[in-house]
């Protein structure tokens, strides 16, 4: 489908760009040569025309991206997530993009809902509200359970909209396709990577049961999180284009006069945001990637509810160390272990000098370091961090660069609760918890019982594998040309037994 058929689709994005005086801005941001300049003006200008007004009180990429309609406004939302392709400042435009769509009609919602639930909607719900929000994919609508008589949010996506967004992102591939074509210089951009990423985070939203899923392990996840919420899903009154949970009651986080008035304590609001989300990061490996104040609410009791998990960003148990690590090698300034630990991680190419990576970073923490408490940005340091990495050779990180983007978010909300917040005092009792019981002797037989495992269950193979392994032995040259894939997993099982016999006396001492 990415074929010539798409060019009039991207000759009205064209225009649209070119009226809100964006063209310029989103080309500077993808670092456009010369030939696609020049190819993009030559498309848009004389179809200027054509291009979507626009609301005139936004900025440029913002008002040209709100005017295409609902794919568009999803895009800049993940671009906010990725400065390390549009840059800071067009990161930071696209952050304020807010899904204030016209909504589309309550029957269609009820009709909708009905069809994806199997039932008559007046048999599960005995109220349901006109639109409450109205976004790019779904609007949500308050209702009360028949059955039980409790509040629920229910979230119908937009009729039709898997079709919509299937056309759009078929037009993005082939834009993306034509950026690499005409300009060289944005290649390290990896634009078709970047369309192939908001492919998968969109999928992933078209279909609510996964965002249900999402909510449901990050519930569980956190259920033990003093002062923090998150809505239960509402399995039976939920499917692929429907999604009902827990009403979230409570006042904005960003309404700071609403949280004074409720008398709740905005600089211990503003520790436990900062904390709560390094812990889901670093403990869990599952953090909500999309933590602005319209996604958070403060409930009566002052309890954080989260809500809204199209965007959640997943790391690895390795990754969480390696990131870990980083963080306490600043917080004691032992720049040397910090470069040692991008080394070992990998991130930056083993022909790089670590001890002038080492310098490299101490020019980036010591100014900051150098600062009042109060004016020390985490979100900075790893802004800067990531600046002095792809200097020397690191490539581009996808999760990484959401959790250091994520940070950028939950610090302004943090700032804006209590400005005087010491990022770094609130985060170390995190980051060292988290490095005790990752890294210490009962993280090592943890990581070794798990091995163990793992190879055990080559276990019932053992006698079988070892006989091979003789016969091909004893075999001539020519036989044991093919040597069988069983033979040195036949070598780490029992490698893994004998690990086994080992930890098992260790723990009985």
Aim: contains cysteine; proline residues 5%.
């Amino acid at each position: 489908m990415r074929g010539p058929h798409n060019i009039w689709r991207l000759i009205r994005t064209g225009a649209t760009l070119e009226r809100a005086g964006a063209m310029n801005v989103v080309l500077d941001a993808f670092e456009a040569g010369p030939l696609l300049r020049a190819t993009a003006r030559t498309f848009a200008w004389p179809f200027k025309w054509l291009g979507y007004r626009g609301d005139p009180a936004l900025p440029p990429a913002t008002r040209a991206l709100t005017a295409l309609g609902p794919a568009y406004i999803k895009f800049g939302q993940v671009l906010s997530t990725r400065p390390d392709v549009v840059g800071e400042e067009m990161a930071d435009q696209f952050r304020v993009l807010q899904d204030r769509l016209a909504p589309f009609s309550t029957d269609l919602a009820r009709a909708e809902v009905e069809k994806e639930l199997g039932k008559p909607l007046e048999a599960m719900f005995s109220d349901f509200s006109e639109p409450v929000a109205a976004a790019s994919l779904a609007q949500v609508h308050k209702a009360v359970l028949v059955e039980t008589g409790e509040a629920v949010a229910v979230k119908v996506l937009r009729p039709g909209i898997e079709r919509a967004f299937g056309k759009d992102i078929d037009a993005f591939y082939f834009a993306a396709r034509m950026i690499e074509l005409l300009s060289p210089a944005a290649r390290r951009l990896r634009p078709m990577d970047v369309i192939t990423h908001f492919e998968g985070i969109v999928r992933g939203e078209l279909d609510l049961r996964l965002e249900s899923s999402a909510a449901s392990e990050f519930a569980a996840n956190t259920a033990s999180d003093d002062g923090f919420q998150v809505p239960v899903i509402k399995w039976h009154y939920s499917a692929r284009r429907v999604m009902t949970l827990g009403w979230a009651e409570g006042v904005s986080i960003g309404d700071t006069a609403a949280i004074d008035a409720a008398g709740h304590d905005r600089s211990e609001l503003a520790k436990r945001v900062l904390q709560l989300f390094l812990s889901h990061a670093l403990r869990d490996g599952f953090f909500h990637g999309d933590m602005h104040q319209g996604n958070l609410k403060v409930a009566a009791n002052g309890d954080i509810i989260a809500y809204d998990f199209g965007i959640m960003g997943r790391i690895d148990e390795y990754t969480r160390r390696v990131y870990a690590e980083i963080l306490f090698g600043f917080i004691r300034k032992d720049y040397q272990r910090v470069a040692e630990v991008h080394f070992e991680a990998g991130y930056v190419p083993a022909d790089q000098d670590v001890d002038e990576f080492a310098r490299a970073l101490r020019a980036v923490g010591e100014p900051i370091f150098g600062m009042d408490a109060s004016h020390i940005s985490m979100a900075h340091l790893l802004s800067y961090l990531f600046e002095v990495t792809e200097r020397f050779g690191m490539e581009t990180r996808t999760e990484l660069i959401l959790l250091q983007r994520t940070m950028v978010v939950v610090e302004g909300v943090a700032r804006t609760l209590h400005s005087k917040v010491d990022i770094w005092e609130d985060a170390r009792p995190i980051v060292e918890d988290y490095i005790k019981e990752s890294m210490g002797p009962k993280a090592l037989l943890r990581d070794l019982s798990r091995t163990v495992r793992i190879l055990s269950r080559f276990g019932p193979h053992l006698p079988q594998m070892a006989q091979d392994a003789l016969i091909r032995r004893a075999a001539p040259p020519a036989q044991t040309k093919s040597r069988s894939i069983w033979q040195p997993i036949g070598w780490m099982a029992l490698g893994g037994g004998l690990c086994g016999i080992a930890i098992r006396a260790i723990t009985l001492i």
